[in-house]
């Protein structure tokens, strides 16, 4: 914890960019996977030690116990959630795997929950199906992930297409899955960007108003489109994932983004992602958000509200937190007697 405030990291990836895991029959793969690394560097600053590390490797596989390093002992990171990334475009085993991610949140149970993830294009709708019904059944997910946006036309859904979505988010919700997460926008490969748009969310946030719509990375570069739905729909949330690490790079573009999200959508709607490992370790960039303001300017000539301690206390944990169903002041003396165990023996004697 930082300051007594309960962090519960959104979004966590143990990806495998190696190699070994580039498909052979695309042959951009590798180009695109090399083009996603060198977005990594663009999140560097003077003295970002993992960054300008050239032993902090990124192309390779990720393991439970690196993240567990990276997120928890290397962070004031309570919580987070590791997610699937069901980007098969240029990956043999996904971007991020199920495997390794299920890994992590079997390893540890206490600290990690796990967000599955299917694609109807990858093996069809019914696999898809099946795969949500495994994945809760035997992996233990609580949320499911979905990137609908492809390198192929042939491969890219709509996320209102009653055909193949509308199925997925209905079984999802029979297997007591109600909150379902999107990438959109920040497009990785050659993808049309229409299919990254988070206009096609509109129709599932209102046909579904009993699932809670997480969308990831503010959908830049349609920020404005973003703004408006977190806005009007009471069941829409934004993750701040793979966007928030700029504040170190480009404060006053960040400044700007937050102040109009306080002023149009409210804190509630906003929800703590490191997107570790990618964008390296949280703690730099949770550092920063702690320091962070609203500057005068941008209050007084656009009215937006001053990012309060209140306010970064539900985006670091509590909003998602009551989204999971995760009682943090439980969850806080659950820690507190691993961490002293003496204490809680005590206690009981």
């Known amino acids: 914890m930082i300051d007594d405030i309960f962090i519960f990291d959104n979004v966590i990836h143990l990806y495998d960019m190696s190699t070994p895991n580039l498909r052979e029959d695309r042959p951009e793969a590798e180009e695109t996977r090399d083009r996603i690394l060198k977005y990594v560097k663009a999140l560097r600053w003077p003295g970002n030690p993992e960054l300008d590390d050239p032993a902090f490797n990124w192309a390779r596989r990720w393991e439970a116990e690196d993240m567990y390093d990276l997120v928890f002992k290397q962070s004031p990171t309570d919580m987070a959630m590791t997610q699937v990334v069901p980007m ?12 390794t991610q299920h890994a992590m949140a079997a390893a540890y149970p206490d600290r990690v929950m796990f967000c599955g993830g299917v694609d109807p294009m990858y093996r069809g709708l019914n696999h898809a199906l099946d795969q949500i019904d495994f994945q809760i059944k035997e992996l233990g997910a609580r949320s499911f992930k979905f990137y609908n946006g492809h390198d192929r036309i042939p ?44 206009t096609d969310l509109q129709g599932p946030a209102r046909d579904f108003p009993e699932i809670s719509f997480i969308v990831h990375h503010l959908a830049l570069p349609y920020f ?111 820690f507190a007697r691993e961490a002293n165990p003496a204490s809680a023996s005590a206690e009981v004697l």
């Open 88 to 99: 098969f475009d240029w990956f043999k085993d996904w971007e991020s795997p199920i495997v």
């Open 155 to 198: 491969e890219c859904w709509r996320c209102d297409d009653e055909r193949f979505a509308y199925p997925m988010y209905e079984r999802a919700l029979a297997g007591g899955v109600n909150v379902l997460q999107f990438h959109k926008g920040n497009p990785w490969g050659q993808q049309n960007m229409e299919y990254l748009n988070p």
């Open 224 to 334: 404005e489109e973003m703004v408006s739905i977190a806005a009007r729909f009471p069941n829409v949330y934004l993750s701040l994932a793979g966007y928030i690490s700029f504040y170190r790079i480009a404060p006053r573009r960040v400044q700007e983004h937050i102040g109009r999200l306080l002023q149009m959508a409210g804190p509630e709607k906003l929800l703590w992602g490191s997107e570790a490992a990618l964008a390296g370790g949280p703690t730099p960039t949770l550092n920063a958000f702690m320091e962070m303001e609203i500057p005068t300017d941008l209050r007084s000539g656009y009215g937006y509200p001053q990012i309060t301690r209140e306010d970064k206390k539900k985006i670091l944990g509590e909003n998602f937190a009551r989204l999971m169903g995760v009682d943090i002041e439980q969850k806080k003396a659950e």
